[in-house]
């Protein structure tokens, strides 16, 4: 195999490797003629049908997927995926325009977008593992996206305004003050509800003024890594940090949760939604309102006040700008650079 070199001569990686063949739409292509190879001579399985292929990726996917989302997997794919496709149809023979059709038969019959975008990305999931294992040569779910509608994420509706929000912190601290420290963390710190409620005191540093965010409360009461699969600090401010130590100085240090119920335990994370929706309506707040419009608060009041995306980014715990664009505006405003031009008239 002959080396290509630059012009100065010096030696590059051989013509007709992955990296030589300048595109990942060459390179996979050539991936696909070596699967291709291989298959003749032997070398990979049969294909597999959807049902069996389902089962086996469910079986793998379990051991790293948190269980809400295997969970979600499982129910996508035994009520929607494979019965739309047909239980003993071969891998190879889900192209395209099934795809296409299945993801427009849905929309048509009235599911809400999310709920398809979801079902369709389960889909090209599974498709992209069986990829993966050489059973398939190319994925015939990708760059399908534009098929559903854009979305405006609205941020803005989907948090409280800084009158609403004290006013609702104001109605938990005289109704319900046994959850008013958790919801006032919630609201300055922009956790979400698992990781507040999973708090313990060796995660609280009130000298540094930091969270340890190391656990989350799942819907089942069972403890789990964050989303993110990582632990991250999260910074206090000083009313948060003085909140923590008024909860601290009250607290049994033998419990070691910061927000324990009356046994001891974290709250139930229905009973906090019960709480909230009752504090809403006795505030004459929006009822559409749940334990995360804390969160998109939080990032809400942080971009009015000029803080940058990549400061909110990093509080919130995201690892891209993407989906820190869900919980605020990102356009910032550049009235300075443009009234330049006013001097040049």
């Not at 609280?204 to 409360?217: F, K, M, Q, W, Y």
């Not at 033998?254 to 504090?279: D, T």
Request: aromatic letters at 6%.
């Amino acid at each position: 195999m002959r080396a290509s070199s630059s012009r100065d001569g010096k030696r590059l990686c051989p013509r007709g490797c992955p990296a030589a063949s300048g595109t990942p739409r060459a390179h996979a292509r050539s991936e696909a003629r070596a699967r291709r190879r291989r298959r003749s001579r032997g070398a990979v399985r049969p294909p597999r049908t959807l049902a069996a292929y389902a089962e086996r990726f469910l079986q793998s996917a379990r051991g790293r997927l948190k269980y809400r989302s295997w969970e979600a997997y499982q129910s996508n794919l035994q009520n929607h995926i494979v019965p739309a496709f047909g239980p003993q149809t071969p891998l190879q023979n889900i192209t395209r325009a099934a795809v296409r059709d299945f993801v427009q038969e849905r929309l048509a019959a009235g599911y809400k977008v999310g709920a398809v975008l979801t079902i369709f990305k389960c889909l090209r999931t599974l498709l992209s593992t069986a990829v993966d294992e050489e059973i398939i040569d190319a994925n015939p779910a990708l760059r399908l996206t534009r098929l559903f509608p854009r979305r405006d994420p609205n941020p803005r509706g989907k948090a409280m305004s800084r009158e609403h929000v004290a006013h609702f912190l104001a109605v938990a601290r005289r109704r319900h003050p046994q959850i008013a420290g958790l919801l006032f963390v919630l609201a300055r710190c922009g956790l979400r509800l698992g990781e507040g409620l999973a708090l313990r005191w060796e995660d609280v540093d009130l000298a540094e003024r930091v969270l340890h965010i190391r656990h989350s409360l799942d819907y089942r009461h069972h403890l789990d890594s964050p989303k993110s699969g990582r632990v991250r600090p999260v910074d206090l401010s000083r009313a948060a940090a003085a909140c923590l130590a008024e909860l601290q100085e009250a607290a049994d240090l033998s419990v070691p949760w910061v927000f324990p119920s009356p046994r001891g335990r974290p709250w139930c994370r229905s009973y906090i939604n019960r709480v909230i929706a009752a504090v809403l309506e006795e505030a004459g707040l929006p009822r559409h309102y749940r334990a995360h419009a804390l969160r998109h608060t939080f990032a809400s009041l942080l971009a009015d006040h000029g803080v940058s995306a990549w400061t909110i980014r990093d509080l919130l715990g995201h690892r891209d700008l993407v989906t820190t664009q869900l919980y605020v505006e990102l356009r910032e405003r550049h009235l300075e650079a443009v009234d330049r031009l006013d001097a040049l008239a």
